[in-house]
T-cell receptor, first 113, second 117 residues
Framework: KAGVTQTPRYLIKTRGQQVTLSCSPISGHRSVSWYQQTPGQGLQFLFE???????NKGNFPGRFSGRQFSNSRSEMNVSTLELGDSALYLCASSFAGASYEQYFGPGTRLTVT | AQSVTQPDIHITVSEGASLELRCNYSYGATPYLFWYVQSPGQGLQLLLK??????LVQGIKGFEAEFKRSQSSFNLRKPSVHWSDAAEYFC???????????????FGKGTHLIIQP
């Protein structure tokens, strides 16, 4: 079974721009969660989508949003980028939901200049 | 609020020696617990998980972990490390649900494992 894939793997954006990251979960998994990883804050939960509905959201500003399509693929969008948004963004998929074992993709490394 | 503490930021172990990585958690009930490993530039790989039942759980790559409720701990062990085990290790907790959705995983800050030849 193919693993979780994320595109693009690397991205460089300018402050004030917006960015969209994509995640394809493991086949059959309906839950997709997004995490931000930074050296200072570590790994933080952004939000989870399950069957196209956002089920919960972490403590991030409204500039961070997402959606999930009928094929379970998910996108995450960050608007009005700030320097502090530079991070590794990880997508994780799960069959049963974000409280159970999750399988992570390789991540998208976003650099904001 | 739930939290995970990994007391050791760095640990250096000689190849072939045994390993124990510490993880302590704070949660009001019995959580779901996980250990993940991350190699440089990679995503996280699940090593093992604990939901309930037997408190000693076996994982991949020869790792095991023991859940101790009285100590709020979930330490990761391996009897003999290999150079390829050098990586960042994360302990994580699943805290359940609020507002109809999962709260996601709460991670510790990680332990960087260095293997000496």
């Amino acid at each position: 079974k193919a693993g979780v894939t994320q595109t693009p793997r690397y991205l460089i954006k300018t402050r004030g721009q917006q960015v969209t990251l994509s995640c394809s979960p493991i086949s059959g998994h309906r839950s997709v969660s997004w995490y931000q990883q930074t050296p200072g804050q570590g790994l933080q939960f952004l939000f989870e989508y399950f069957s196209e509905t956002q089920r919960n959201k972490g403590n991030f500003p409204g500039r961070f949003s997402g959606r999930q399509f009928s094929n379970s693929r998910s996108e995450m969008n960050v608007s009005t980028l700030e320097l502090g948004d530079s991070a590794l963004y990880l997508c994780a998929s799960s069959f049963a939901g974000a409280s159970y074992e999750q399988y992570f993709g390789p991540g998208t490394r976003l650099t904001v200049t | 609020a739930q939290s995970v503490t990994q007391p050791d930021i760095h640990i250096t172990v000689s190849e072939g020696a045994s390993l124990e990585l510490r993880c302590n958690y704070s949660y009001g009930a019995t959580p779901y617990l996980f250990w993940y490993v991350q190699s440089p530039g990679q995503g996280l790989q699940l090593l093992l998980k604990y939901f309930s039942g037997d408190t000693l759980v076996q994982g991949i790559k020869g790792f095991e972990a023991e859940f101790k409720r009285s100590q709020s701990s979930f330490n990761l062990r391996k009897p003999s490390v290999h150079w390829s085990d050098a990586a960042e290790y994360f302990c994580a907790l699943s805290g359940g649900y609020s507002g109809g959705g999962a709260d996601g995983l709460t991670f510790g800050k990680g332990t960087h494992l260095i293997i000496q030849p």
